[in-house]
């Protein structure tokens, strides 16, 4: 009987990734419901309110100063009356993505979910000043766009703190290195089979695809968004001043020039949100 061929390193990574826990039901139905104009917030609510683990934290940061509501929510339906369906969702999903996948002892890379959260509320950020999508949709999108890095973290540290050394002494980013030690391998199309795997939206699977290589031809608006925000988190340390010249796309300069000019303006205060981001959704020692 002939032997089986070697398992490589990248089967190896989609057998483990495959094994990750699906989302939450109450968060896929939840997703179903949101696709729905007709759905109402009592039966949202009702949704929402199976798991009661859910509730404690979403009302906890609802109730942050991150929010800023004038008073106290002490339910779902209140929430979903003050904030909207959109923003609970964006906090169901998020909250049960970082059950599944956030920080560990045992997981390297300890800035992925910090430059993952700041992604998020500059993407959301844009998407409100420029209108190109809807921000909820852009702050879920900023959150996973590096989830396949993330996976990677989680499935295979040594790996990654491999690819990690590797970048870090070429000076090259985690992108350009990923094949030289998992063929074949593209943590973007790795982040789209997870949003396959977890029943998300199509433009959403797309824009974790595209983060890193826009299409030539027509470029969806969420995925210019993530493409954008990733730009401002990585080189945030250059664009406190000025955004340097040929960091974004021509179509990204063409359609957000208004938002974009005077980063001094308005990038400290936005950087101080995502910290706050941060703080909220990781805890105070990250940021």
């Not at 699977?205 to 299409?215: E, G, N, S, T, V």
């Not at 340097?244 to 796309?249: C, F, I, K, T």
Request: charged share 20%.
């Amino acid at each position: 009987m002939p032997n089986s061929a070697p398992e490589t390193p990248l089967k190896t990574l989609l057998d483990a990734a495959d094994k990750l826990p699906s989302l939450p039901k109450v968060i896929l139905t939840v997703n179903a419901m949101l696709q729905d104009p007709e759905t109402r917030t009592k039966d949202l609510s009702r949704i929402i309110e199976k798991d009661i683990s859910l509730v404690t934290r979403i009302l906890k940061l609802v109730n942050s100063a991150f929010f800023g509501l004038r008073s106290t929510v002490g339910n779902i339906p209140d929430a979903v009356s003050l904030l909207g369906f959109d923003t609970l969702h964006r906090l169901t999903l998020s909250l049960s993505i970082l059950d599944i996948l956030g920080p560990s002892k045992k997981m390297p890379g300890d800035w992925l979910w910090p430059h993952s959260i700041r992604t998020a509320v500059f993407c959301e950020y844009l998407a409100m000043e420029t209108q190109l999508c809807r921000p909820d949709d852009a702050f879920v999108a900023g959150l996973l766009h590096d989830i396949g890095l993330i996976v990677l973290a989680r499935c295979m540290p040594e790996t990654f703190m491999d690819l990690e050394k590797k970048s870090r002494e070429s000076g090259k980013p985690f992108f350009l290195m990923e094949t030289s030690l998992i063929p074949d391998f593209s943590h973007a199309d790795m982040g789209a089979a997870m949003a396959l795997k977890w029943q998300l939206p199509p433009a959403l699977k797309q824009a974790i695809a595209q983060h890193h290589r826009l299409p030539k031809g027509t470029i969806a608006p969420l995925s210019l968004l993530v493409h954008t925000a990733n730009m401002l988190d990585s080189q945030r340390d250059l664009v406190r001043n000025e955004l340097p010249a040929g960091m974004l796309h021509p179509l990204a300069i063409k359609k957000m020039r208004a938002v974009l000019k005077n980063p001094h303006i308005w990038f400290p205060p936005l950087h101080e949100k995502g910290r706050e981001a941060c703080h909220l959704f990781l805890g105070s020692s990250h940021g």
